[in-house]
């Protein structure tokens, strides 16, 4: 499985962007899907999860309110919709799957085994 994250670039608080995530190889609609995101000097942070293929979204409180995560299962891909961004949102956003993500570990990096190659989103104040 590959995956190919974009969208990012730079953008004053309060603005949006959209972030897209294409997957190709052995991929399927029954994957977990999810974003994550790393900022400088800290760990990488669970964002958002489409889990399986029960239609059932997860965001982290952060985002909460603010995020869209959409998922297109016919175009293989994954769309995060990010609005009233903030400084704190700057960070390097990358999308994951996996067959054998349970509901208890969608928030967990370690329950992924794809990894796309990350896009840089950047919030100015």
């Known amino acids: 499985v590959q995956l190919q994250a974009s969208g990012g670039g730079l953008v004053q608080a309060g603005g949006s962007l959209r972030l897209s995530c294409q997957a190709s190889g052995r991929t399927s609609s029954s994957y977990t899907v999810a974003w994550f995101r790393q900022a400088p000097g800290m760990d990488r942070e669970f964002v958002a999860a489409?889990?399986?293929?029960?239609?059932?979204?997860y965001y982290s409180d952060s985002v909460k309110g603010r995020f869209t995560m959409s998922r297109d299962n016919a175009r293989n891909t994954v769309d995060l919709q990010m609005n009233s961004l903030r400084p704190e949102d700057t960070a390097v956003y990358y999308c994951a799957t996996s067959s054998s993500v349970i509901s208890s570990t969608l928030a967990s990096q370690s329950a992924y085994a794809y990894w796309g190659q990350g896009t840089q989103v950047t919030v100015s104040s």
């Open positions: 489409s889990f399986r293929s029960y239609g059932r979204i």
